[in-house]
């Protein structure tokens, strides 16, 4: 299972979990090592602590250090097209992750603390007016569900390449719009699934202890080691890598809706009425499968060339190619089979200098564009690929 497939398409239920399981078992190598020598570590020195402050500092360092080897980890895969390795670009991903890990559980830390209060006035009321066990099983659906809606924003800001929070956080918020019941079904079978295996897994080890130690075993120290490593071990690989399939999943299908969008404004446009040169372009650009570029495995069907006799190649200086600036995403050339020719097409199509080009080119991988839609990534892509360039969309 080296080959790979990539997370952004649009998959059933149980494909996408079953993705989320195959990402796993081709990265486990590097997984498996980032796990021995962080979280085994970690466990020990909170089992070891006495101290109950400290303890939480550490329980709170080893989940975000956890999860920020699994972000890593995927967006390493994606970048590569094959498992990711520990390497300089690996640990520069992990800075950029833990980063916004803490800025991302602080700015969380700190809500909580002031949803706290109006949860306290709220349950105090309700204590006065329902049943006990009413109240609490209300609060519970109440944290529950807010703790699902800020997964996808979640997700989005730490995976964006760039890192203002509130804008990043906001888009996420947007992009989860008309897709919050699936997010729910999703994250309630995946949270199943952990807890069921977590369970069964710790019943198994007492009842070994048991066998062993004879009726009178009480856990210690060593099984606590065991329960937190294997907790924080089941959280990653069935509830946290699925999540990133769904969140990849909802870009997959925000990118065929504009597409769809896009077909549809383009039947619905009339032949008398003459198209500037950026429509004209944007009709006539073949759009690719898929938001990110496909290995040899799952390629796309290649796009079809532009029409020769057409002289007004999108431009962006010239005002043809428009970038609006109000996406998030941006074009990374990563190599050029005939850098000539990909020299030319970044002079007429971005309108650079031929010598901006030409150092551009020199010194791949390079970002090329920025602040681009989802739709205009898609056709800047279509466009530089058919000029022989190896693109990604970050």
């Not at 649009?10 to 993705?19: K, N, V």
């Not at 109950?52 to 360092?61: E, P, Y």
């Not at 559980?105 to 109006?118: E, H, V």
């Not at 199509?349 to 739709?375: C, R």
């Amino acid at each position: 299972m080296s080959q790979y497939s990539s997370p952004f398409k649009e998959r059933s239920f149980l494909r996408r979990y079953a993705a989320a399981i195959k990402f796993q078992i081709q990265n486990f190598k590097v997984l498996s090592i980032l796990y021995i020598l962080f979280v085994i570590p970690m466990s020990y020195l909170i089992t070891k602590n006495s101290s109950g402050n400290i303890s939480a500092i550490l329980l709170g360092i080893l989940n975000i250090g956890a999860t920020t080897f699994y972000y890593a980890t995927f967006k390493q895969y994606i970048k590569r097209k094959k498992a990711a390795v520990i390497n300089s670009d690996f640990i520069g991903e992990c800075k950029e992750v833990f980063v916004k890990n803490i800025i991302l559980s602080l700015s969380l830390y700190a809500i909580s603390i002031c949803a706290s209060f109006a949860i306290s006035i709220i349950m105090v009321i309700s204590l006065y007016l329902l049943n006990v066990y009413i109240a609490l099983t209300l609060l519970i659906i109440a944290v529950a569900a807010a703790a699902l809606y800020i997964v996808i924003p979640s997700i989005h800001y730490i995976l964006s390449s760039k890192t203002v929070f509130i804008d990043r956080l906001s888009e996420g918020f947007k992009l989860q719009k008309g897709h919050i019941s699936g997010i729910l079904g999703y994250a309630l079978f995946s949270g199943f699934i952990y807890i069921t295996l977590l369970f069964f897994t710790l019943v198994l080890v007492v009842t070994y202890c048991i066998v062993k130690y004879g009726d009178n075993y009480e856990p210690g120290a060593n099984f606590t080691l065991f329960a937190m490593a294997a907790a924080q071990f089941f959280h990653c690989i069935f509830l946290l890598v699925p999540m990133l399939y769904q969140y990849a999943h909802i870009i997959a299908q925000k990118a065929a809706k504009e597409r769809e969008e896009s077909a549809v404004a383009t039947t619905e446009s009339t032949p008398e009425e003459p198209q500037a040169p950026a429509a004209a372009a944007e009709v006539n650009t073949p759009l690719p499968a898929e938001p990110t570029a496909e290995d040899a495995v799952e390629e796309s069907t290649p796009p079809a060339e532009p029409e020769p006799q057409k002289s007004d190649v999108p431009t962006r200086r010239k005002g043809a190619f428009k970038i609006e600036g109000s996406g998030f995403y941006s074009i990374e050339l990563c190599s050029a089979k005939e850098s000539h020719k990909i020299t030319e097409n970044l002079y007429i199509l971005l309108g650079y200098t031929k010598d901006e080009a030409e150092s551009i080119v020199n010194n791949l991988p390079a970002i090329v564009a920025e602040n681009l839609s989802m739709s205009e990534a898609l056709d800047l892509r279509a466009l530089l690929e058919q000029a022989g360039g190896s693109v990604n969309i970050k």
